[in-house]
Nanobody, 112 residues
Framework: QVVESGGGLVQAGGSLRLSCSAS????????LAWYRQGPGKQRELVASITRGGLTNYGDSVKGRFTISRDNANTLTLQMNSLKAEDTAVYYC?????????WGQGTQVTVSS
């Protein structure tokens, strides 16, 4: 029901834009979020956005990442000034997450 895309390999300092789409209006009216899981690390919250557009970011991405949503079932994450430590698989889900909505994620690899 949830599909993430837009990941890839980028050099440190570069940018990527991730997208997430969902079926069956699962995102409608809900607080949404991006999460990531780096190598050997637990999954962590990257950013969230309420249905009204209020955003919250993890300390490590503040000022570099921007989360946004449209009126349909699309969530985006603009990532600028990428660092090697941003390397992870990125997922979108509700906030708090619904375990039935975890997708395959999209791999982001930042080379230093």
């Amino acid at each position: 029901q949830v599909v993430e895309s837009g990941g890839g390999l980028v050099q440190a300092g570069g940018s990527l834009r991730l997208s997430c789409s969902a079926s069956k209006n699962v995102f409608h009216g809900m607080t949404l979020a991006w999460y990531r899981q780096g190598p050997g690390k637990q999954r962590e919250l990257v950013a969230s956005i309420t249905r009204g557009g209020l955003t919250n970011y993890g300390d490590s991405v503040k000022g570099r990442f921007t989360i946004s949503r449209d009126n349909a079932n699309t969530l985006t994450l603009q990532m600028n000034s990428l660092k090697a430590e941003d390397t992870a698989v990125y997922y979108c889900n509700l906030y708090p997450p619904n375990r039935s909505l975890w997708g395959q994620g999209t791999q982001v690899t930042v080379s230093s």
